[in-house]
C-alpha cells in the first residue's frame, strides 16, 4: 500500500520567515495530494490540495509544489503569522477503485514566534 | 449546513465495555470515512463506506466494525474495548470525484479513553 514520510517533525520560525513541510510517497499510482491544518483540539481542516496533473498551485500565503518523477510535494508558507501556528498534515491518494482512502504522513508541528 | 457531525464528544470506558461512535454528514456525499488519531502516528484509516450500503476496512481494522446506516450516516462499533483503543477518533465525507475533486471534510472528533 501507500506510504507517505513527512519532515520535518518540528519546525520553529520567526513570524515573517517562509516554512517549508516535505512530503515523500511511495505509490506512482497517488494522483491527490492534500495539506491539513489541524489546530490544538480541533479537527483537520484542509487547506489546500493538487493534482497530478499540475505541478504547483498557490493561494494566497500558501502554496504547494509536486515532483511526480521524484515522488515527492512540499508546503511552503511564506510571510508567516503567530495563527499559523498547528500542526500540518500531507496525505496521498489514488483514484479509481480506491474511493478516496487517504494515507496521512505523521505530521509537522509548526510555531511561528511573534 | 453542518457538515459532519459525531457524537460523543468525549467518552471514558472500561476493558471489555462496547460503545458505537455515530457520524452523520448533511452535505449528500457518498463516501464516509472513520480514521484514529494517535500522537506522532497522523490519522489512520479504520473503515471506509464508497456509497450507501458497502464498507470495506483500512488500515487498521480490527476490533472495529462499522455500519452504513444510510447516506447520511455511518457508525463505527468497538465490540470489546482495549487499552490500546485509546485515541481520538474522526469521521469524514467527500463528495464525488467529478465534482470538486476528492475533498475530505472531518468532523469534530471523539476522544475516547480506555482504562
Known amino acids: 500500500g501507500e506510504n507517505v514520510e513527512q519532515h520535518p517533525s518540528t519546525l520553529s520560525v520567526q513570524e515573517g520567515d517562509s516554512a517549508v513541510i516535505k512530503c515523500t510517497y511511495s505509490?506512482?499510482?497517488?494522483?491527490?495530494f492534500p495539506w491539513y491544518k489541524q489546530e490544538l483540539g480541533k479537527r483537520p481542516q484542509l487547506i489546500i490540495d493538487i493534482r497530478s496533473n499540475v505541478g504547483e498551485k498557490k493561494d494566497q500565503r500558501i502554496a504547494v509544489t509536486l515532483n511526480k518523477t521524484a515522488k515527492h510535494f512540499s508546503l511552503h508558507i511564506t510571510e508567516t503569522q503567530p495563527e499559523d501556528s498547528a500542526v500540518y498534515f500531507c496525505?496521498?491518494?489514488?483514484?479509481?477503485?480506491?474511493?478516496?482512502?487517504?494515507?496521512f504522513g505523521q505530521g509537522t508541528i509548526l510555531t511561528v514566534h511573534p | 449546513n453542518a457538515g459532519v457531525t459525531q457524537t460523543p464528544k468525549f467518552q471514558v470506558l472500561k476493558t471489555g465495555q462496547s460503545m458505537t461512535l455515530q457520524c452523520a454528514q448533511d452535505?449528500?456525499?457518498?463516501?464516509m470515512y472513520w480514521y484514529r488519531q494517535d500522537p506522532g502516528m497522523g490519522l489512520r484509516l479504520i473503515y471506509y463506506?464508497?456509497?450507501?450500503?458497502?464498507?470495506d476496512k483500512g488500515e487498521v481494522p480490527n476490533g472495529y466494525n462499522v455500519s452504513r446506516l444510510n447516506k447520511r450516516e455511518f457508525s463505527l462499533r468497538l465490540e470489546s474495548a482495549a487499552p490500546s483503543q485509546t485515541s481520538v477518533y474522526f469521521c469524514?465525507?467527500?463528495?464525488?470525484?467529478?465534482?470538486?475533486?476528492?475533498?475530505?471534510?472531518f468532523g469534530p472528533g471523539t476522544r475516547l479513553t480506555v482504562t
Open positions: 463506506s464508497a456509497s450507501e450500503g458497502t464498507t
Open positions: 469524514a465525507s467527500r463528495g464525488d470525484a467529478g465534482r470538486g475533486g476528492n475533498k475530505q471534510y
Open positions: 452535505m449528500n456525499h457518498n463516501s
Open positions: 496525505a496521498a491518494s489514488r483514484g479509481g477503485t480506491s474511493y478516496g482512502k487517504l494515507t
Open positions: 505509490d506512482s499510482a497517488s494522483n491527490y
